[in-house]
């Protein structure tokens, strides 16, 4: 079943006065229990994108659908069943934590959100315990703020946030890029054991190829707002057909007899 | 020696406070009895000296720092109480809104305390405590609201802003639990700065007779009696104005001193 669609996505920003079209008539769609990665250069429109498929951006043409219903123009319950159902987990988490807020709050935060049943509000304390758990963050305390946690502790943060609404959809846009290389695989491990423990729909944002062959069994590469190539993620690394796919998966850096 | 100068300022402050809560707990003698001796010299029943009228100095000037405060606390509770939040929905508007927000404020701005303070005793009918507090009040709300849009831009732009609205919270819960405790120290330091102008204020009006009424102590009006016998004793307009100098420095340092403390940008330069 699709989940998320993008018809005909199009998205022009003004800076200093001028139009600057970052995101040019893309259509994509993310079926349940897909894997999708979107990779392309600083840029390409990829954050963009993502951020009008959870519906935090407005396009400036076409339509982005949740299960079928257009975002622009849904009505309060659809709006609810988006907010419920897709969430993010950002680049930096350093601008993704509220740092005057304590790491047991901001998790807690989506579960008293408006669009939530008011009946969950009465088993956060619990809901935030277990979903530390679930993020290997067990022995932190709740009550920490984020700058007394290291880089991989404050995005395990984030990603429990994003799960506390128990999303069907998560949406990841960079979220490896700003950790050290040590701690890239320990959370990359932990998005492919969640996606796969929580049934959760992967839409995961990188400029990293390697990360996407790891993670996602499809892939999007886009180049200056357009799609240039999508497919199984296998083929595409196989035998890419575009030039510019070609060229980034050049560019992977290899060690000797790999 | 930044932590020298919010020392500095927090000092000058404190004794402020502490003269105020001193002349509610007790006074050398009644502030506005009036008698002999006149223009007296500092003696054991009148520490300061007395003034023109025989009242004495100390106790007009402990009484002053009361009005000071309190002037100065209500003028910047106006400030930040309407400033703060038009600041944060400025901050959060676009387009018309965001511009007639800043163009109002803008013209708040251009329009002096003192015009106001005027306006506000003519629609009264007389010049009071209560006019110059309004005046000076309503003058800072320009200064609180740009600090504020300025810092609630920056804030409203975090991701963690982009989280919240992604997990279906609304403008009023971003504004009171994402940005108003992140805007909270450059409030700060501007209430701080604004209380020193406040004080400066109220010392001007009612040196001018447009803030406090001749009945209640204030420096202001206290170096505005003073005028007549500036040559032959000074200290009668000295004391006071040595006050107001002392309570504006205290004020300004502290706020520079807080500007310091919490803004890591500045943190990071003086490492």
Known sequence: ?258 | MKRAVLWAGATLVALVVLACLVSVAWLPTDPNTVGTPTLAPPSADHPLGTDNLGRDLAARLLVGARSCLLVGVVAVSIGAVIGVPLGIIAGGSRGVAATVLMRGADIVYAFPALLLAILLAAARGHASTFTAMAAIGLSTIPAFMRVTRSAAVDVLAQDYVMAARGAGFGLGHIALRHVLPNVAPVVLVQSSSAFGVAILAEASLSYLGLGTPPTTPSWGRMIYEAQSFVYSDIQLAALPGICIAAAVLGFNLLGDGLRDLLDPTLREITR
């Open chain 1, 1 to 258: 079943m699709t989940l998320l669609e993008a018809r005909g996505l199009d998205k022009t920003y003004r800076r200093s006065g001028n139009p600057v079209r970052a995101i040019r008539c893309i259509d994509l769609s993310v079926a349940s229990g897909d894997r999708l990665g979107i990779v392309g250069e600083s840029g390409s429109g990829k954050s963009t994108l993502v951020r009008m498929l959870a519906g935090l951006l407005e396009p400036s043409f076409g339509q982005v659908l949740y299960r079928g219903n257009p975002i622009n123009g849904a009505n309060r319950e659809q709006l609810r069943e988006l907010r419920r159902g897709v969430q993010m987990v950002f680049q930096d988490p350093r601008s993704s934590l509220n740092p005057r807020m304590r790491i047991g709050d901001i998790i807690a935060e989506p579960l008293f959100s408006p669009v939530q049943p008011r009946s969950i509000r009465a088993h956060a304390v619990e809901r935030v315990a277990e979903l530390m758990d679930l993020v290997e963050l067990d022995d932190v305390a709740p009550n920490v703020y984020p700058h007394e946690l290291s880089g991989g502790q404050r995005q395990r943060v984030a990603i429990a946030r994003a799960l506390a609404p128990a999303p069907e959809v998560l949406i990841a846009d960079e979220a490896v890029s700003a950790l050290d290389v040590s701690v890239r695989a320990h959370v990359l491990n932990l998005i492919t054991d969640l996606v796969a423990t929580q049934n959760l729909t992967l839409v995961f944002v990188s400029h990293d190829l390697t990360v996407v062959r790891h993670l996602c069994d499809r892939m999007v590469v886009m180049r200056d707002g357009v799609i240039v190539e999508q497919g199984r993620t296998e083929a595409i690394h196989a035998n890419p057909t575009d030039d510019y796919t070609a060229r980034l998966l050049a560019s992977v850096p290899r060690l000797p007899g790999h």
